[in-house]
T-cell receptor, first 112, second 118 residues
Framework: GAGVSQTPSNKVTEKGKYVELRCDPI?????LYWYRQSLGQGPEFLIY????????DSGLPNDRFFAVRPEGSVSTLKIQRTERGDSAVYLC??????????FGPGTRLLVL | TQLLEQSPQFLSIQEGENLTVYCNSS?????LQWYRQEPGEGPVLLVT?????EVKKLKRLTFQFGDARKDSSLHITAAQPGDTGLYLC??????????????????FGKGTLLTVNP
């Protein structure tokens, strides 16, 4: 069964570098969400896509973070000039319209 | 700002014991969800409670939504080592956008890390 997949599963980078994190949602799911989960915390909302457009990006912490979903399926979360504080697990979830969100396994980002 | 407070943060018990974890908020949610997350995995939905006072049972797990839809509890009977994991509550609130669209935004608590020892 094809659930939500995320790549890479782990990413180690140096402070100041650029990273891209990819999310493949469940086929046919129109809604896609990105969350960030820091150590000892629950997931925090970053951005929500309905189709190709970002309907709600109020959770993005600053302008170093950007996400796209050009064809309404795969999404990429892009982080510029990474900082040590960006280290976290980045989770992607997808759903049918406003239904149950199904989460991927996450990408563990470590910024050295 | 943590809108949902979960307690306890950590819980270590022996197999066969009962336990209750709590999720409290000063905000009203349209519904509340409980998730379980294992190391290296994303959260997996256990249940959604919608109506104030609602009680749902899932095998040995009992979920309750407070009358005012601000709090919830999860009770596990006769815990087993397989119940070990991070239990997260998440409040769902309908958000309306200027574009005319809407979505349910999830706000998560910090979680309760449960360890059930054999």
């Amino acid at each position: 069964g094809a659930g939500v997949s995320q790549t890479p599963s782990n990413k180690v980078t140096e402070k100041g570098k650029y990273v891209e994190l990819r999310c493949d949602p469940i086929s046919g799911h129109t809604a896609l969400y990105w969350y960030r989960q820091s150590l000892g915390q629950g997931p925090e909302f970053l951005i929500y896509f309905q189709g190709t457009g970002a309907a709600d990006d109020s959770g993005l912490p600053n302008d170093r973070f950007f996400a796209v979903r050009p064809e309404g399926s795969v999404s990429t979360l892009k982080i510029q000039r990474t900082e040590r504080g960006d280290s976290a697990v980045y989770l992607c979830a997808s759903s049918l319209s406003m239904g149950t969100q199904y989460f991927g396994p996450g990408t563990r980002l470590l910024v050295l | 700002t943590q809108l949902l407070e979960q307690s306890p943060q950590f819980l270590s018990i022996q197999e066969g014991e009962n336990l209750t974890v709590y999720c409290n908020s000063s905000s009203v949610f349209s519904s509340l969800q409980w998730y379980r997350q294992e190391p290296g995995e994303g959260p997996v939905l256990l249940v959604t409670v919608v109506t104030g006072g609602e009680v749902k049972k899932l095998k040995r797990l009992t979920f309750q939504f407070g009358d005012a839809r601000k709090d919830s509890s999860l009770h596990i009977t006769a815990a087993q080592p397989g119940d070990t994991g991070l239990y997260l509550c998440a409040g769902r609130r309908l958000e309306l956008h200027d574009s005319g669209g809407s979505n349910y935004k999830l706000t998560f608590g910090k979680g309760t890390l449960l360890t059930v020892n054999p």
